[in-house]
Every structure is written in structure tokens, then in C-alpha cells.
């Protein structure tokens, strides 16, 4: 029997829906089309960000030394590299929900800001049981361990989670560890998905 379900974020339950304003600093500043998430998220920096060596606000800092942008300037690029990302907020409504009859929690690759914008910019943290963040735990998706902490902080094995992601290695992972999974696409029909799993309206 399901007992949790647990959620990525970024790419789930927010996605960018309007690439103008990073495409706009990739042409200002001479990078490729998507290499502007490469610094954000997949750089070294990025990396250490999300791992929880280095803070968000260091990796912006380091961002604007590379790129030699002024304080104005970076505060604008950061504006602009998040303003076409969009909460899906029919998708946080079913899984609203879905709180009275199961535990709710997210694993999310992310810096150490996550926490406030979860709170103060999405105002959704409170749909959440549990919050497992790879900068506070200082391991990412998909090390088996980042799995294995939030099961054992919701008290549930494996086949009695279900994880929802748009990764591919990271639904491999835990499909290996025996949790149900559902791999997230912008097409996905959860509600429809967790139907096929038992999961109905928020009724078990």
C-alpha cells in the first residue's frame, strides 16, 4: 500500500515555460542557446551550489565575476534567467488534495535558497511533510542515499513510496531501489498515472 509520495521540483512541479529572458543574456553575453543553465546548474559552481560547498548567493557572485557584470546587471540576469518559470499550480492543487490520505514530500536537487523560495516566492512549502534538499543533505539525485534518508524520515519502504521526476536516472534509481515510479513530461496526466496506481482522488 502507498504510504508517501514524493515529488521532484524543478522540471515537475515548476518548469520554464519561456526561454526570452535567458535567451536574451546568452546572446548578450556570446553563449549558446541553453548554456546559460549549464553555469546556473551544470558548471562546477552549479554543481557546488546544489551540494551545499559553496552558497546560491556565492555561485551568483561567481557568475557575475565571469562574466564581468555589475551589480545591476547580475541582479537583472537573475531576474531574468527565472521569470519564464511556472508553478503548475492545477498539479500543487490535486496534490493538496492528496494530504490528508498520504505523506507529501519532495527531493529536490538544489541549492540552499530553496527553502525560502518554496516558502516566499511559490508560497508551497506547507504542502510538503517533508523537504529533502541536496545542499542541506550535501548529496544529490540519483546517489541511492538521498532515497534512502527521505524514506527513512517518512517511515516507508520502497514499494510503499511513490516518486515522481523527469529524469531519467534519477526514476532509474529509484526504480532500483524498489520505489514505484512515475517518470514526469510535460504531457503526463498524473492524476491519470496515479489512478493506475491505486491513487484516486486523494482516496486510498
Known amino acids: 500500500m502507498i504510504k508517501a509520495i514524493i515529488f521532484d521540483f524543478g522540471?515537475?512541479?515548476?518548469?520554464?515555460?519561456?526561454?526570452?529572458?535567458?535567451?536574451?543574456w546568452e546572446e548578450k553575453?556570446?553563449?549558446?542557446?541553453?548554456?546559460?543553465?549549464?553555469?546556473?546548474?551544470?558548471?562546477?559552481?552549479?554543481?557546488?551550489?546544489?551540494?551545499?560547498?559553496?552558497?546560491?548567493?556565492?555561485?551568483?557572485?561567481?557568475i557575475g565575476q565571469r562574466f564581468s557584470l555589475s551589480p545591476q546587471e547580475l541582479t537583472e540576469f537573475q531576474h531574468d534567467f527565472w521569470a519564464g518559470d511556472v508553478l503548475d499550480s492545477t498539479l500543487i492543487d490535486y496534490i493538496r488534495s492528496l494530504k490528508k490520505y498520504y505523506q507529501i514530500?519532495?527531493?529536490?536537487?538544489?541549492?540552499?535558497?530553496?527553502?525560502?523560495?518554496?516558502?516566499?516566492r511559490h508560497h508551497i512549502a506547507d504542502v510538503f511533510d517533508l523537504?529533502?534538499?541536496?545542499?542541506?543533505?550535501?548529496?544529490?539525485?540519483?546517489?541511492?542515499?538521498?532515497?534512502?534518508?527521505t524514506m527513512e524520515r517518512l517511515g516507508c519502504g520502497p514499494a510503499e513510496a511513490v516518486f515522481?521526476?523527469?529524469?531519467?536516472?534519477?526514476?532509474?534509481?529509484?526504480?532500483?531501489?524498489?520505489?514505484?515510479?512515475?517518470?514526469?513530461?510535460?504531457?503526463?496526466?498524473v492524476p491519470s498515472e496515479f489512478m493506475k496506481l491505486g491513487i484516486n482522488g486523494g482516496k486510498r
Not at 522540471?11 to 535567451?23: A, D, H, I, K, P
Not at 519532495?106 to 527553502?115: C, F, G, P
Open 29 to 62: 553575453l556570446g553563449l549558446e542557446e541553453w548554456e546559460s543553465e549549464v553555469f546556473v546548474f551544470g558548471s562546477e559552481m552549479g554543481t557546488k551550489a546544489q551540494m551545499g560547498e559553496i552558497t546560491n548567493q556565492r555561485l551568483w557572485e561567481w
Open 131 to 149: 523537504i529533502v534538499c541536496s545542499a542541506e543533505e550535501q548529496i544529490m539525485k540519483p546517489h541511492k542515499e538521498i532515497f534512502l534518508r
Open 11 to 24: 522540471g515537475v512541479l515548476l518548469r520554464t515555460q519561456n526561454r526570452q529572458g535567458r535567451r536574451k
Open 105 to 120: 514530500a519532495m527531493i529536490s536537487n538544489a541549492s540552499d535558497s530553496l527553502r525560502q523560495n518554496l516558502k516566499d
Open 164 to 189: 515522481v521526476d523527469d529524469s531519467e536516472p534519477n526514476i532509474q534509481a529509484a526504480r532500483k531501489l524498489g520505489m514505484v515510479t512515475v517518470h514526469f513530461r510535460p504531457s503526463t496526466d
